[in-house]
């Protein structure tokens, strides 16, 4: 029997009581997490030519898109919103599998929320988790040789085998896990649900080249997820079938896309019992996260040694071999970016602006910052190293840096696990920090009561009673 019939079952039976208070945790800070995202990505390039291609379709009015007054087709709203929530590159993400979960499960769920009514957090706290379950699971089973019941949880494909698959998974294994979980809140039953996956499966799709050309598409990607899982799942409610046998059948996911390499016992060792979005990671920094090792060193050794931007010879960068391949060459594009996505997937760029800067937030990667001569100056002076020591294959690697003074002296940090990572955690409180520093780059400012009262719902979600009580906040 193929795994689908596994997920689908998992989706319709798990309920609220099944899931470890953890789970429940990690999800409302995923929720308020991507609700801030989505607010400050508002105006990043992409987003409003987006939005006036949808508000000119127009349609029935189901659904909210954040920070609009107009209500739009469920599978539209959700397409707006998780495209302006990954705009930034300021999502959750889960490390391991090399994705971001939230991006596409909330924002489908959100809209779905609407347009059915009367969903409780409850609910929706479920339909999440389920969902974030299932994206990360299929990510990581991609992975050659990853072994999920291992202590230490080891990959033992070196990051650039994960370069060299070329898929953007978030967008590629969306499209499943959008559908689940839209279709547990729509409560298909056993073979609807297997439908809805043949029915997703049909239209999955996403690649690097967007990331690799400094394109928007990048962005798009997970919108493009969230309208096929709400689609998907109405047309299955509707009796529409697609392939049952979905993932390991003879033109299945992992035999089309992978060419069978995948771990079978990742899909669902411990399924219904361990909830894979324990191991997502929230985000302090607007950036891959491939990012934030080097950005934590940086500014780690620039204040604990009082290092001035004019103070500085020369900066070497030491790296893993897929974070060279993707996030440091060619080092031209890197140092001197061509656009927005370019600073958002640039290891020199994120550490020189955490030392022009002495921080890293959102203005700091923008079209208007790559022209920035502060930063541009200290790019100018990074060169890059492979380093095959920092070659990890559990999690994000190492970062690793050097910098030489104008007078000889040589300063080197190492940071081996990111602030916000299951190993270093952001709380909750962190989270609701990061949503007012947000909110504050949104294009219609929210009033306070408005951004208190979502942090509010938010916090205590589980006792909503209808979970589109925070979308009237937001609109």
Not at 88 to 98: G, I, M, N, S
Not at 208 to 226: C, E, H, N, V, Y
Request: charged share 25%; glycine share 8%; proline share 5%.
């Amino acid at each position: 029997m193929d795994p689908i019939y596994l997920f689908a079952k998992n989706f319709i039976h798990i309920n609220y009581d099944d899931l470890p208070r953890e789970a429940v945790e990690v999800t409302k800070k995923e929720v308020l997490d991507l609700l801030g995202v989505a607010l400050a990505g508002f105006t990043a390039p992409g987003v409003q030519e987006l939005l006036e291609i949808i508000t000119d379709w127009g349609g029935k009015k189901e659904s909210s898109i954040i920070l609009c007054r107009q209500k739009v087709p469920a599978p539209m709203a959700a397409q707006m919103n998780a495209t302006m929530a990954h705009a930034l590159d300021y999502d959750d993400v889960h490390d391991p599998a090399v994705m971001h979960p939230g991006v596409v499960m909330i924002p489908a769920c959100m809209a779905v929320a609407e347009r059915k009514g009367k969903v409780s957090g409850k609910e929706f706290i479920t339909a999440v988790a389920l969902g974030v379950d299932m994206i990360c699971r299929l990510a990581l089973a991609a992975w050659p040789g990853y072994d999920p019941s291992s202590p230490e949880k080891k990959v033992k494909a070196f990051q650039s085998e994960r370069v060299k698959q070329g898929w953007h998974l978030t967008t590629l294994t969306g499209y499943f896990a959008a559908t689940g979980a839209v279709g547990k809140m729509l409560g298909l039953d056993e073979e609807r649900m297997v439908n809805a996956f043949g029915i997703a499966y049909h239209q999955c799709a996403g690649n690097l080249q967007g990331k690799i050309d400094g394109a928007q598409t990048k962005r798009m990607g997970p919108g493009f997820s969230t309208r096929a899982g709400i689609a998907s799942a109405l047309m299955a409610e509707k009796g529409m079938t697609g392939a049952k046998n979905c993932l390991e059948g003879k033109q299945g996911f992992y035999n089309m896309y992978f060419q069978g390499g995948y771990d079978a016992k990742t899909l669902t060792l411990d399924l219904g019992k361990h909830f894979e979005g324990v191991n997502v990671s929230i985000k302090p920094y607007p950036c891959c996260r491939g990012l934030h090792n080097y950005i934590d060193a940086t500014l780690a050794l620039v204040t604990e040694e009082n290092i001035r931007p004019e103070d500085i010879k020369e900066i070497t960068l030491f790296s893993d071999e897929g974070g060279y391949q993707s996030l440091c060459t060619p080092l031209e594009v890197k140092v001197k970016p061509r656009t927005q996505v370019d600073t958002q997937f640039s290891i020199p760029w994120g550490v020189a602006t955490a030392i022009a800067k002495r921080c890293a937030k959102i203005e700091h990667f923008t079209e208007a910052a790559i022209k920035s001569p502060d930063i541009l100056e200290i790019a100018s002076k990074i060169t890059v190293e492979l380093d095959h020591s920092l070659d990890r294959t559990d999690r994000i690697p190492p970062g690793k840096l050097k910098i030489i003074t104008k007078s000889g002296q040589a300063y080197s940090k190492q940071v081996d696990d990111p602030l916000g990572s299951p190993e270093r955690p952001m709380s909750f409180d962190d989270c609701v920090k990061k949503f007012r520093d947000c909110s504050s780059y949104a294009a219609s400012r929210l009033s306070n009561h408005k951004i208190e009262k979502v942090i509010d719902l938010v916090s205590q979600l589980e006792q909503l009673e209808d979970v589109g009580e925070i979308m009237k906040l937001i609109k």
